[in-house]
């Protein structure tokens, strides 16, 4: 089965800390990754995406993701988070190519709290 | 902004009543996509529609149905509704045809079942 698993439920981090979020997807095929984040009351926004080549993809807000495809995982970094970077984070993968069905399938998400 | 927009921000109705929840794609976009945000069972896809057709069904209840019209904006209809419905609606639009695309996520409707 089709499955993204994050397996922090809730992270806390001290302002200026380094962080890293992680994700294990599990699919038929390398699927194309994202990482969305969710401001309370918001939207999701996407932060970066993996499709293809470099698998050390840049973002938005100072992030980056590296693409493993030997661990199925997508893991979010960030070297100095800022109190503003607290959200609730969404890993998501989709189906290459597209085709019939688009669809994403998002983990259960990691809420990070960061302390002054 | 992502220039997707849904209405109403936030909805608070009985059990047993209906309502319709509206999405308005990005310019340019064919495809929109439905996901329901809930405690329990997290973001779950639920329907999708390129262009007018429907494309792709997840986890959607009987009691609710969707619809894209000619000028591309959906509705997403649910009906007898129940304690469990109350949740977080989102509306994600991207291009869509042939190849998986970055899909842009609207605010979200609140529901609130009472």
């Known amino acids: 089965a089709q499955s993204v698993t994050q397996p922090d439920i809730h992270i806390t981090v001290s302002e200026g800390a380094s962080l890293e979020l992680r994700c294990n997807y599990s699919?038929?095929?390398?699927?194309?990754l994202f990482w969305y984040v969710q401001s309370p009351g918001q939207g999701l926004q996407l932060l970066l995406k993996?499709?293809?080549?470099?698998?050390l993809v840049q973002g938005i807000k100072g992030f980056e993701a590296e693409f493993k495809r030997s661990q199925s995982s997508f893991n979010l970094r960030k070297p100095s988070v800022h109190w503003s970077d607290a959200a609730e984070y969404f890993c998501?993968?989709?189906?290459?190519?597209?085709?019939?069905?688009?669809?994403?399938?998002f983990g259960k998400g990691t809420k990070l709290s960061v302390k002054p | 902004d992502s220039g997707v927009t849904q209405t109403p921000k936030h909805l608070i109705t009985a059990t047993g009543q209906r309502v319709t929840l509206r999405c308005s794609p990005r310019?340019?976009?064919?495809?929109v996509y439905w996901y329901q945000q809930s405690l329990d069972q997290g973001l779950q896809f639920l329907i999708q529609?390129?262009?007018?057709?429907?494309?792709a069904k997840g986890n959607i209840l009987e009691r609710f149905s969707a619809q894209q019209f000619p000028d591309l904006h959906s509705e997403l209809n649910l009906s007898s509704l129940e304690l469990g419905d109350s949740a977080l609606y989102f509306c994600?639009?991207?291009?869509?045809?042939?190849?998986?695309?970055?899909?842009?996520f609207g605010p979200g409707t609140r529901l609130t079942v009472l």
């Open positions: 998501a993968v989709g189906p290459r190519g597209g085709g019939s069905q688009g669809n994403l399938i």
């Open positions: 699919y038929g095929a390398t699927p194309y």
């Open positions: 993996y499709f293809s080549g470099d698998t």
């Open positions: 310019s340019g976009d064919l495809s």
């Open positions: 529609y390129y262009n007018g057709e429907e494309r």
């Open positions: 994600a639009s991207n291009v869509g045809g042939i190849r998986t695309d970055t899909q842009y």
